[in-house]
């Protein structure tokens, strides 16, 4: 068993003795969005009802550095991603959720935290990560490994993200809050 890749199916003993197996589970799990992503409906839809917790916890975090963590996590999830492909044997395969996660976070980004952007966020993202209109649907095909199965998610995100500024634009300038 390699002791680099993070995803080989662990032994039934838990490993070679040094954790090993332990630790391929544990990058799985976050792969696979908590198990979520074995669901056998919508694992997608699943994977981004994770990202909403994971998103209200760093969303207490100051702007600049969770940008930076998005960064990070964009990195960290292209890598997740890519060796949960090899271990599942399939390209973008429907367990791997963490990219849901990530195209959830972008399409949160310097958004008002409310219960109604929240709403409007999920549903925006679960529409353009599954209609991928293009680029999206283009860029899917075209890169290969885990930043493909990652990026087209954060531009989903990203489409997602331009019509929640929009809508809370208009929604806090007409009669919502922040109006004198």
């Not at 997608?44 to 702007?63: C, D, E, N, R």
């Not at 219960?115 to 890169?143: A, M, N, S, T, Y």
Request: glycine share 12%.
């Amino acid at each position: 068993m390699s002791a680099f890749s993070p995803l080989t199916p662990p032994s039934p003993l838990g490993g070679e003795g040094k954790g090993e197996g332990k630790m391929n589970c544990f990058f799985l799990a976050i792969a696979t969005g908590l198990g979520v992503g074995y669901s056998p409906v919508v694992p997608g839809t699943m994977g981004t009802l994770v990202a909403i917790p994971v998103y209200l916890l760093l969303s207490q975090i100051p702007f600049p550095l969770y940008e930076l963590t998005l960064v990070t996590f964009f990195f960290l999830s292209s890598w997740i991603s890519e060796n949960a492909e090899k271990h599942f044997g399939k390209r973008d395969d429907q367990r791997i959720v963490i990219d849901e996660i990530m195209g959830f976070l972008v399409t949160m980004l310097w958004i008002p935290k409310t219960v109604r952007c929240l709403i409007f966020g999920f549903f925006l993202f679960r529409f353009f990560d599954i209609l991928k209109p293009f680029p999206i649907r283009h860029l899917e095909r075209k890169w290969k490994g885990g930043y493909g199965v990652v990026f087209d998610d954060v531009l989903a995100g990203v489409y997602a993200n331009i019509i929640l500024q929009i809508i809370s634009y208009f929604t806090l300038s007409l009669g919502g809050r922040g109006v004198g």
